[in-house]
């Protein structure tokens, strides 16, 4: 059986072994203030620094899921107003989340399944711009030329990128951003239950600048402590200590592989699915726009033919994700992460083109 | 090698059987949105409910750990005051929080390794009365008449437990307190990276009128939001599913061993170790008031032989928690948690008895 849901998705291949390993290693109950655990932590960090190339003025944080990120992203980075490019279900619930902290939160939205006008004047007051990579429920994905225009016009925004599914996939261009954020059930193809939040160093000066103005920016996970946890490679709390290991493991599986492997297979995938299901009578892509089809949440729009698809990609064990929300009943996705093999989707591919 | 820290500590030693069992059921990549997840988060909850007791009014919350509980009962439970029972490392953290979260929080100590007076006149305005069942910092352990004073003096007042190195050991009475929390990877053997909040429909209520005054108590673990989707048995996020099912597993296990064995035996084993280092002389009990020694975190003034014992047990596989903070080379600790069977302890106790 391949689960193609777009997370939790399909565990990578080698997750089941690094768990074993954990068992006999003791990592399962290791401490998270022994040196062990340091070691662990340090290595998921350097490991993923290496993996997505950023840079030495970025600082990686363990926290319990993206959503998480949404809340302390908008407590400790903004004082007053943030914008949110909206385009989807998660990029709208990141608005909302501001908006329900009392932030004048305002936003710019695109129909589902489409993306932005390429230019816009940004108000360079703001103090924080919210842009959604990959909006999970629909497939469409902003281009680095949209995320990094930014930076120019507004140098003193902090520009924070939820990338949750897609990464390790995209290569940021980390001088045009100031936070990115994942968790690691997509991509990384782990159990669920952390978030990785990535911050450079002027999202820390903001929080630290809120916070001796006494405006709240939370206690145990505001960026000031989690940075003084991570400077001895711990955490505020007990954290989930074999996800930290797990991901560690998971990434040294990735750099063994080469990132720009990765990277060209998830666009060959990508390519060969969107080519058949453009082809097929019964399908086809629900982003029109081809340059703004994900690489790595492909969304099919499959309309009343939708269970009947279903059915025969399930008979041969290939579990697609069903639409998000509305579109639960006519369109089907397809997480395209490192765990699915090119081999799988040419078989995926093919079973999609015989479908009658 | 057994692991006798106070958490994270030695797992249930069913866990690596029901992780196993969780690869093969496809629990590691399940969606939390689905009926599988709902009816694993539905058998933990319910499973929990019969071993602790825990009355209906009551509902059950999977959040990230129990540091988080800390911060999230501080924003939804109190508008401006709050009192906090401070005899150790752990309780000031919760009353730093409330203090950090602009409260005006103040705090009844006790020094460390004591309990409290055993009458307080409570102020009955107060919001909500934070007690700490178990410091871990130091073996004390308030009594249960201690926590069940406060109900009627204070009726109004939201009654907290912190219960996070204690349960599944203590039986309360759920009439007399509003909420209790712990984390998983004490008392029930678990992997870190869960922590249980249990509250009332009082605490709801308080959250609720909170909001509706438009105080802020954060967006998606917020009581209400906690509270609509627990009904439907999700979270809010994607959460820790393999953390859920292994706490439905381990409580499964509990059930069938029985409650009131489990607690039959930790007082049986807790005193046979009391009795040994009262008796010897290069150690004895940190906290004099027999009353107030915990049953499940068993703390030893070790003084200069604090390596010589160390050394000593380690060399059998014996592996003690050292003491907390300042207490570190001249205290050890020991768990006394549902794993250390009663054999265990037997072993234990005579390599101490031995200890020379």
Known sequence: MINFTPGPSQLYFTVE????QAFRDGVTSMSHR????????????????ELLGIPNDFHIFFVGSATEIWERTIQNLVREQSLHFVNGAFSKRFHEIATQLGKCATKIEAPLGQIFESNYKIDSTLELIALTHNETSTGAMLSMDF??????QSPDSLIVVDAVSSLPYPQFNFSKIDSVFF???????????????????RCIAKAESLQSKGIS?????????????????????????????LLGKVIEDFLRRGISIIRKETEYKAAIFYQAISAHPLMQPFVSDANARSQTVLVAETGNHTELIKKQLEAHGFFPGDGYGEQKKTQLRFANFPTHSKETFERLVDLLVNVN
């Open 17 to 20: 072994t690094h768990v074993r």
């Open 34 to 49: 022994s040196k062990e655990f340091e070691v662990i932590s340090k290595s998921a960090k350097e490991g993923l620094k």
């Open 147 to 152: 995320i990094n225009q930014f930076r120019t």
């Open 183 to 201: 968790s690691v059930q997509k991509g990384f193809g782990l159990p669920a239950g952390l978030g990785i939040w990535i911050v450079n160093d």
């Open 217 to 245: 920016i939370g206690t145990y996970h505001n960026l000031p402590t989690l940075l003084s946890n991570a400077k001895k490679n711990q955490t505020p709390e007990t954290p989930n200590v074999l996800g930290i290991y």
